[in-house]
């Protein structure tokens, strides 16, 4: 790679194989670094023993810490907001406020969701669990599933599509699908909104990466991921995606940045992982399928 001097090459699956080779692999990897989506899938790598900690003072000054692993195992590269998305033909942005509020009488038969069964939903529960203990989030959790319009959809975009089409008002979603969906379909009557600005912000995750415990290039797999940071990476990694810069000295893609800004939950993203077993116990409880 001409920025690093690094020679790349990629082995590519999702993120379960990946793990499941790392793991494996053990000391005979050839990886010398492991980038996926969700803080989830970093913390269960990091757990596993299959991250090394970092001491790089370049990627503590660009990934701000509650993006990166308290132990210096991995690092976000970009950031997406789980957040409201509504019908602007059924729904006023005044209408709207918190997480919480979705479970209001006013949201009845108006809400859908996607599957508890997705880790971005998992993550979102356990960062609640987190803020809020498991009986407030668990209530939570409960009021959504009695305001549900339908059944849970298998992915965000068809929550997307459903409130397009009138099917319900309101959902959750994470910001990337939302942008995907309006490039292709810009007429399409939705808007996201940031919910809890007055207190503790918008959940975010990320997609991140960390250095393999036996990596065999350390120092090159260091500058690669030093680079991944830096201004000219992160406009490449994170508007090719379009999700917001981890770094917080780079501007979002402008399609991403007239969304407009929020207030960020300052929650470290571990613990979308550390709580995720709790979070599955919570939504089988609630009766969130």
């Not at 999702?14 to 996926?36: C, S, V």
């Not at 019908?87 to 709207?96: M, R």
């Not at 030093?226 to 810069?245: G, H, I, R, T, V």
Request: glycine share 6%; net charge positive.
């Amino acid at each position: 790679m001409k920025e690093t001097g690094a020679r790349i090459q990629f082995i590519t699956d999702k993120e379960g194989p990946l793990l499941e080779r790392l793991k494996a692999e053990g000391e005979q990897t050839p990886a010398d670094l492991f980038i996926t989506v969700n803080a989830g899938n970093l913390w269960w790598a990091a757990n596993e023993g299959l991250l090394k900690p970092v001491n790089s003072k370049i990627l503590q000054g660009n990934v701000p810490a509650h993006l990166r692993d308290p132990e210096n195992r991995w690092f976000g590269l970009s950031v997406r907001a789980r957040t409201l998305v509504y019908n602007t033909k059924k729904v006023k942005p005044s209408d709207l406020s918190t997480y919480e509020d979705l479970g209001s009488a006013k949201w009845k038969g108006r809400l859908c969701l996607r599957t508890s069964k997705s880790v971005y939903n998992k993550s979102l529960v356990a960062m609640m669990i987190h803020e809020y203990g498991e009986a407030k989030t668990e209530q939570m959790v409960k009021s959504w599933v009695n305001n549900l319009a339908t059944d849970v959809f298998a992915d965000d975009v068809q929550v997307l599509q459903a409130i397009a089409a009138g099917q319900c008002d309101v959902g959750i979603v994470n910001t990337y699908y939302f942008g995907r969906l309006m490039v292709k379909k810009p007429d399409l009557p939705l808007a996201l909104f940031w919910p809890n600005q007055n207190d503790s912000g918008v959940h975010v995750n990320i997609s991140g990466a960390g250095i393999t415990r036996y990596a065999k290039h350390e120092p090159a797999a260091i500058r690669f991921l030093e680079w991944l940071s830096s201004e000219k990476a992160q406009n490449l990694f994170a508007d090719a995606n379009m999700e917001y810069p981890v770094n917080p000295k780079i501007a979002p893609d402008p399609r991403v940045a007239a969304w407009g800004p929020f207030k960020q939950n300052l929650i470290n993203v571990s613990k979308a992982g550390e709580l995720q077993g709790e979070a599955v116990k919570l939504m089988d409880r609630a009766g969130y399928q």
